[in-house]
């Protein structure tokens, strides 16, 4: 399965709970709160101000 950054990060979680540390070494330490369940990766990046193209690049490193 390839992570898109369209993903919501509790789908994320729930399908690859080793996302968390790459999530958490993004500075995306808001992982387990509410709005993760209903918020995308894209989403999630642009308000933290992270690179979304190479977060998913990271996050679909970790799968292999």
Excluded: Y
Excluded at 12 to 26: D, E, S, V
């Amino acid at each position: 399965m390839k992570i898109t950054k369209d993903m919501l990060i509790g789908e994320l979680l729930r399908i690859n709970p080793n996302a968390a540390p790459i999530l958490m070494g993004f500075g995306m330490g808001c992982i387990g709160c509410p709005s993760a369940q209903m918020e995308s990766l894209e989403e999630a990046a642009a308000v933290h101000g992270i690179n979304v193209d190479e977060l998913i690049k990271k996050l679909n490193e970790g799968l292999e």
